[in-house]
């Protein structure tokens, strides 16, 4: 009845079409995802079924990495797999089609963090059914992914998305429209380097990490280049004050990346610049628009209560995530990664602050 296969470069479009169109696709299994970790040192792999007709009813962009020291790698599957996830005989023979891979790759476990909000008991039951083990998930960013966000549904109009909003957040797009911010959408690759500056100071203020510049180059050729991301830069005076990047696929946007200076936040470009890129997504035909991750601990004394404050007066909706799930191939070497990464993981992140101290590099 179904027969999988790996996917290779020539077949990108019919992979691509499936994730646009199946009601669980995520720009994150796109082929062009896989290409942007691919120079970030990943492996990718695209492993479809078809029925016995050749259309494609599943997929999976695995991502492939040596564990540091083992002869063995791990899977990832960042939100996925992409199925019609009620059907359990196509999941149940999908992860068999995985599992023969992970087994020719030496690959000790497969994560997946699914697209599946935690009240779906039934895919859950499906998930430790199959042997999949939880990994837990915290109230804030502790996963790979976040697995709190907040979607907002943009299918009514503009006039009534608008009223839909707090009555501050309606006051503060007005407002950044009153004090003369305006917003550049045609931005070309000259306008990557200003954004990047801008997000370094969002970075040290708000004391978080980010990749270096030449990931968001990477980022702009596979993405921004083939239409599936696209930069939004606000600027005051002629002065290019704050910035964001959208994903886009099928119908669906997810907000990604946010900077913004010191001095001009009073001027709220943050609040033009969403309602800008709804509007975008509205004009591509999206109905779902992700503002991404949030925490989880929703009490006004948490650090990142601002955040969840800021998205939340655009009236989205909260969803959380069933969280990360492990399929091991190898109880051996899974158990020696979870011991081992931990410290691996100190240690780089050592290792990295020191070169910062002597060098003053970040």
């Known amino acids: 009845m179904w027969k999988s296969r790996l996917l290779f470069e020539g077949e990108k479009e019919i992979f691509n079409n499936f994730i646009a169109t199946c009601a669980k696709g995520h720009i994150l299994q796109s082929w062009e995802w896989g290409e942007v970790k691919r120079r970030t040192g990943w492996q990718p792999f695209r492993l479809v079924v078809e029925n016995d007709a050749g259309d494609i009813v599943a997929a999976i962009s695995l991502l492939k990495r040596e564990m540091p020291f083992l002869k063995r790698a791990i899977f990832y599957a960042p939100r996925g797999p992409v199925l019609d996830i009620k059907n359990e005989e196509l999941f149940s023979f999908l992860m068999k089609e995985v599992e023969k891979v992970a087994r020719d790759e030496k690959v000790a476990f497969l994560k997946i963090d699914p697209d599946i909000p935690i009240e779906n008991t039934e895919f859950r039951n499906l998930l430790q059914k199959q042997g999949f083990v939880s990994e837990g998930s915290g109230k804030n960013f502790e996963g790979i992914q976040p697995n709190f966000v907040m979607r907002l549904d943009i299918t009514p109009s503009e006039e009534d998305l608008l009223k839909s909003f707090h009555s501050k957040t309606r006051y503060n797009i007005r407002l950044a429209k009153k004090r003369g911010v305006e917003i550049k959408e045609d931005c070309e690759r000259s306008d990557l380097k200003p954004f990047y500056e801008i997000l370094k100071i969002t970075a040290e203020r708000d004391k978080f990490l980010i990749r270096s510049y030449p990931y968001f180059e990477t980022l702009w050729e596979e993405l921004v280049e083939k239409r599936l991301a696209k930069l939004f830069m606000a600027y005051y005076k002629g002065q290019p004050i704050s910035g964001t990047m959208a994903f886009i696929m099928g119908d669906k946007a997810w907000y990604i990346y946010g900077a913004s200076d010191n001095e001009h936040r009073k001027h709220m ?82 290792a990295l602050a020191l070169k910062k101290k002597i060098t003053g590099k970040k």
């Open 269 to 350: 470009p943050n609040y033009l610049l969403q309602w800008h890129m709804i509007l975008w997504a509205k004009s591509q035909g999206c109905t779902m628009y992700d503002f991404r991750g949030v925490s989880g601990d929703l009490s006004p004394e948490n650090p990142l209560y601002g955040l969840y404050r800021f998205k939340k007066g655009f009236n989205p909706e909260l969803v959380e995530f069933v969280g990360e799930y492990n399929y091991i191939y190898s109880p051996f070497y899974y158990r020696f990664w979870k011991t081992a990464e931990p410290i691996y993981g100190k240690t780089v992140r050592k």
